[in-house]
C-alpha cells in the first residue's frame, strides 16, 4: 500500500478518535471527515468510493468509533435548526425567478452570512465544493446504505433524535401550506379553468396533512402510530401532479409564461419533497426509511451546490416557454417544408416573390446611404428599411430562403422526438430532412434567381435615366471586396446574419405565444371603439389576422432591426462587425456591376459568385444548428441514432441524389 494511504488512513482513525472523545458537536469535524473522503478528481467515482469504504471498515471494526461518530452526528440534528433544510433547500422561493436570479448573482459575487445554527449551513460548509455533487452521485446507493447500516441510526428508535422527527413534521406541514397557497394562485386558474368548478385538490391535501400531522405529534410521546396513515395525503400530491403535467400538455393552446414556468417548477420541487418526507416519516413496522435518506441526503448536496448556478436557474426555469417558443417556429416552419410538386412550385413562385422585393431594399438602403446621415439615423433607417420590406413579403405570402432554417428546424427535433426506449423511425427522418433541404434549395434559388437580374435592370434603368451610377466606383470596388470569401470578413458576418435569423425565429415563436398566453385575439376583438370605426366583421378578421400572424410580423420586424443596426454598433464600438446576406449580396453583386460599367473580369465576377454562394451556406448552417440545437434543448431530445440515420441519408443520396433538389414524380405525373 502507497505511504499516502496510509497517511491518509491513519488520519482518519485519529479523526474518529478526536471526534469520539470530543462530545462536541461542533460542524468543523463533519468537514474534516468529508475532507477524507473527497477525491482529488470530483469525477473520480472509484476513488471516492474507495475512499468512503476506508471510513466504513473503521467503523465496523471499533465499536468506540462507530458509536462515536453516530452520537457526533445525532448532536450535530439535534443541536442545529432543521426545518429551512427540509422545506427551503433545493426548493425554488417564493420571490419569482427575477428576484432569484439577482440573489444567485448577488451572493455569487458577496456570499451570503452563514448561520451557525443552521443545519442546512453546516451541510454546506462539509461539502463546500460546488463540485461535490459529482462524486456523492456517483457513489451508488448501496454503499450509502451500507454506511448508514454501520451507524445504526433510527430517527424514531433514538431519544436523541425526537428532535428531529418534530423538525420534519414542522417541515411537511409548512410544505404543504406552500402547496395550498400556490395552488390558488390566479395564474393557474386561467390556464386551468377546471380549479375553478371543482375541489382543488391543492387544498384538499392541506386538510389532511394537518390532520395527520397533529395525529402524528400526539402519538410520539407514547409511541403510538397515527390512527390514519399518509396514504390519502399521497393520492392527493399524485393528483396535484396530474393538474401540473394537464396544463404543461395545453401549453399549446393556453401558452406560457416565465412566471407560470416558474410556478410549476416551484409547485413541483415542493411536492417531491413533501413525498420524500413522507417516506422518512413512514412509522409502519415494515417500512424502510434509509433509502429515502440516501435520496434526500444526494439531493441536499447537489442543492448546496448549485444554489447559486445561474444556468441551472434559466435551463429549469425557461424550459416551457423554450419549448412553446420553438413549438410555435415548428408550426410555422410546417409550411416551408415541401412534398409534392406541386408545393414544390408553389415554394418556387413564393420565393420568387421574394427575390422580387430584395432589390428595391437594397436599392433603398444604397439611397439612404448616400443621405450621410448620422450614424445613428442610418442604422435605424436602414433596420426600417428592412423591417417593413420582410413584413411586406409576409404579408404578400412571399418567402425568403433564409427565415427557413429557423422555423424548420423544430419540425425536424419534434420528429426525433421519440418516447424512452422506443426506437425513432430513421427512414421517415430521412425523408422529413430531404424535403427540407430540397425545399430550401429552391427557395434559395427563387430569391437568387430574381434578386440578381431584377437588381441589374433596376441599376441600369437609373442609370440611363439620371446618367449617374447608383454605386459610386469606390462604393462598387468596396462591396466586390466585401464579398471576396478570403480576402474579407464576409463568411463572418455572414454568420452574424444566421444568428439574427436564428434570433428571429425565436421572436416570432415567442410573441406566437404571448398572443394566445395573454389571449390577444379576443381581447382586440372586445375594442369597441375599433369595432364602431371599422365595423365587426372587420374587426374580427384583424384579431383573425393577428393571431396567425403577429409572431412573424415581430419577428420579421426585430431581424430588420438587427440587420440595420449591426454595423452601427459595430461602427460606435469599434469591432469590425456588420452582415451579409445571400439574397441582399446577390443584389448588391449586380448592381457594382452595372456601377462599374460590366468592367469587371471573369475571375473577379466568379470569385465574388462564389462568395454570394457561400454566404447563403454560412446563412443557412448557422442559424439552422443553433435553432435545432435549441429546439433539441427545449424538447431534451437525446438522439442516440446519429450514425443510422448519417448512414441512411448517404444511402439515399446515392440511390436518388436528385430527390435532394427536385421532388420525386408522383404516380400521377
Known sequence: MPMTEVRTEDGLDGLLREIATAGSSDPALLVRVVDHVRPRDPNDAPQALKNLQALQFLLSSDAALRIGLRDYLLQLFASHQQVTLYADLGILPGAGFFSELWRRIAQTILPAAIDPTALKDALG????????????????????????????????????????????????????????????????????????????????????????????????????????????????????????????????????SVALTYLLQRLTETIDRLDDLLDLLDRTPEADRRPAIVTLFKAFVEADNKRNNLREHFAKNTELLAREVTEHSGRTGEHYITATRKEYKAMLSSALGAGLIVPFMALLKIGLHGLHPAPLIQGLLSGLNYSLGFMLIHVLHFTVATKQPAMTASRIAAALDHPPGARPDVALMVELIVRVIRSQFIAVIGNVALAFPLAYVLASSLYLSTGTHVMSPEAAHETLHSLDPLASLALFHAAIAGVWLFMSGLIAGYHDNIAVYNRIPERVRQ???????????????????????????????????????????????????????????????????????????????????????????????????????????????????????????????????????????????
Not at 454503499?143 to 430517527?155: N, P
Not at 431519544?159 to 400556490?182: E, F, G
Not at 429546439?631 to 441524389?657: E, H, I, M
Request: with cysteine.
Open 125 to 256: 460548509m462539509a461539502f463546500h465544493r460546488v463540485t461535490d455533487h459529482r462524486w456523492v452521485n456517483g457513489i451508488a446507493d448501496e454503499h450509502w446504505l451500507r454506511l448508514l447500516d454501520t451507524l445504526g441510526i433510527d430517527f424514531f428508535a433514538v431519544a436523541k433524535t425526537n428532535r428531529t422527527v418534530v423538525q420534519l413534521l414542522d417541515a411537511a406541514h409548512i410544505l404543504s401550506a406552500r402547496i395550498a397557497a400556490m395552488g390558488v394562485e390566479p395564474e393557474l386558474a386561467e390556464v386551468y379553468p377546471p380549479l375553478r368548478e371543482y375541489e382543488s385538490p391543492f387544498l384538499m391535501q392541506n386538510v389532511e396533512a394537518q390532520r395527520w400531522v397533529q395525529e402524528f405529534r400526539d402519538g410520539l410521546g407514547d409511541g403510538e402510530l397515527p390512527a390514519e396513515d399518509e396514504k390519502q395525503i399521497r393520492v392527493l400530491l399524485d393528483q396535484c401532479r396530474d393538474v401540473i403535467g394537464r396544463i404543461r400538455r395545453n401549453t399549446g393552446n393556453t401558452g406560457i
Open 527 to 669: 375594442l369597441k371603439w375599433l369595432g364602431r370605426r371599422i365595423g365587426p366583421k372587420r374587426l374580427d378578421q384583424l384579431a383573425t389576422y393577428i393571431e396567425g400572424n403577429l409572431g412573424s410580423l415581430a419577428g420579421n420586424f426585430w431581424f430588420g432591426m438587427l440587420l440595420g443596426l449591426t454595423a452601427t454598433v459595430g461602427m460606435n464600438l469599434g469591432l469590425p462587425i456588420d452582415i451579409r446576406h445571400i439574397t441582399f449580396s446577390a443584389a448588391n453583386l449586380a448592381t457594382a456591376t452595372v456601377s462599374l460599367d460590366q468592367q469587371i473580369p471573369w475571375q473577379t465576377f466568379a470569385w465574388c459568385a462564389a462568395g454570394v454562394a457561400l454566404v447563403g451556406i454560412v446563412n443557412l448552417t448557422v442559424s439552422f444548428s443553433l435553432a435545432l440545437l435549441v429546439a433539441f434543448k427545449a424538447r431534451r431530445v437525446r438522439f442516440r441514432y446519429t450514425r443510422p440515420l448519417a448512414a441512411a441519408l448517404w444511402r439515399r443520396f446515392l440511390a436518388t441524389p436528385l430527390d435532394f433538389v427536385r421532388p420525386p414524380r408522383e404516380p400521377s405525373d
